[in-house]
């Protein structure tokens, strides 16, 4: 894992930034939350590599409001762009 952004999916519609920042808090210094609104996924930014990976392995199938957790390193836009372009 090179990264300290985490995707967090399959989240419940109702769940909060402060929810899931107190969630991945547990695992280290959480630097950044962000929710994409009606989508049911985020990220999570950890102050390091080393918390990120903490985090991923201790939440990734965790049931949390519900639902079974989804967590995987974040992809960087550019890689993702890269991939949609491949795509076409």
Known sequence: MQGCKLYVGNLGYSVT??????????????QRVNIVE???????EMSSQSEAEKAKK?????????????INEA?????????????S
């Open 17 to 30: 930034v402060d929810q899931l920042q107190e969630l991945f808090s547990s695992y280290g210094n959480v």
């Open 38 to 44: 009606g989508k049911g996924f985020g990220f999570v």
């Open 58 to 70: 201790a939440l990734n199938g965790s049931d949390f409001k519900g639902r079974s957790l989804k």
């Open 75 to 87: 992809i960087p836009e550019r890689g993702r762009q890269k991939r949609e372009d491949r795509r």
